[in-house]
């Protein structure tokens, strides 16, 4: 069997504006003046006066990110902007655009379905939204309950479940919200590599979960509303397991989330540069679980019990490029954030939001306080440098861990480690020999990603997006802006 390496556009919403008539006009024009042509978009929109959308931010997001294909990124990790992650993908025959959130820590991927009634109509991301229509694509086939599909992801016969019925599907997120309906079989097309920076269109068959009900963030009232979530969990439901099951992919990927510049890096195979430390998964856990053997701050260890850090159910780090911040058991999190304020006595640290411990500081964050150092089996270690643990809110630095000893019960002393400490690094996947590691890179750059069919290696470049207009669509809004200058005047 040969394998490739397959690619996804992300797309996520640019920054709000005060003149939202004079943008849609600019972006009707920019749209019909670059025909054929998709560029990575992101969302930068700016915390409004609450640091609680952040918490409530990652209750929603999953660990997601794609195997053996190359998944151009928008978006940011930084903690004060809400980066939602997505890509545009092509399902049926004739095919459909859909817009989909990127998520590594479900196992499914569902789009709205035409019969659902609480789905969302229209989104303030600039996107159009669709509903997938089994009866309009040559291609489509109803999942039945006998089929061993449905056996497996619902672990056995489903009760009233009959051979001539379809196969049910219900997920619920952390937030409480929740999507309900049944699987299809379509034909997915996504992008190919085919030379350095190069892509062609290719396909693959996938089963999906078809959205006949939504509840919570995923219904009508969310304003900005995606078609669905692809999946790319480590279960065989998820969607890299699936093209890895038919030969299409290997279930190995990497991504690179540029915290600077904004996008990064997705890829799909088996990454040959640069070279990656590797630390093995946490068997028999349902997400990317590593071992953690100590924390350090500074050049000082952090006082810690060592069962702490001992294998087992709920133990290890979940590592999550889906969350944004990074939470921390109270043992932990308590001793590490009172080093970290230690280093300048004179600071008056305020809290914000009930949970976020903040300050006012003038100098060089990263002169005035400690890297935090995670140290892992295999002598792996991941340093976070101040500038990414901190971050800037209405005049002051906030730090971003977070004590999950205050969490719910599921998530209580959990250590989860979000963008706040993946941004900035290659992190890479190897699900066939079940390890995972990272170094720290420019995620602006590209890398050598290896062809497992051929042998050939390739170039997967990062997709910087920048919400700067086109030159002649600001050259436009430049015009209509002096025009109501004079106008005034």
Known sequence: MTSSIVSFTVYTSPPRFVLISLLSLVFAISVSSNPGVFNVKYRYPKLQGSLSALREHDDRRQLTILAGIDLPLGGTGRPDILGLYYAKIEIGTPAKSYYVQVDTGSDIMWVNCIQCKQCPRRSTLGIELTLYDINE????KLVSCDEDFCYQISGGPLSGCKANMSCPYLEIYGDGSSTAGY?????VQYDSVAGDLKTKTANGSVIFGCGARQSGDLDASNEEALDGILGFGKANSSMISQLSSSGRV???FAHCLDGRNGGGIFAIGRVVQPKVNMTPLVPNQPHYNVNMTAVQVGEEFLDIPADLFQPGDRKGAIIDS?????YLPEIIYEPLVKMITSQEPALKVHIVDKDYKCFQYSGRVDEGFPNVT???ENSVYLRVYPHDYLFPYEGMWCIGWQNSGMQSRDRR????????VLSNKLVLYDLENQVIGWTEYNCSSSIEVKDEGTGTVHLVGSHFISSAFPLETSLLLLSILLLITLLFL
């Open 322 to 326: 889906g969350t944004t911040l990074a």
């Open 374 to 376: 995670f140290h892992f």
């Open 413 to 420: 002393n959990m250590t989860l480690l979000g963008d706040l």
């Open 183 to 187: 699987f299809v079989q379509d034909i």
């Open 250 to 252: 290997k279930k190995i």
């Open 137 to 140: 694509s040559n291609s489509g």
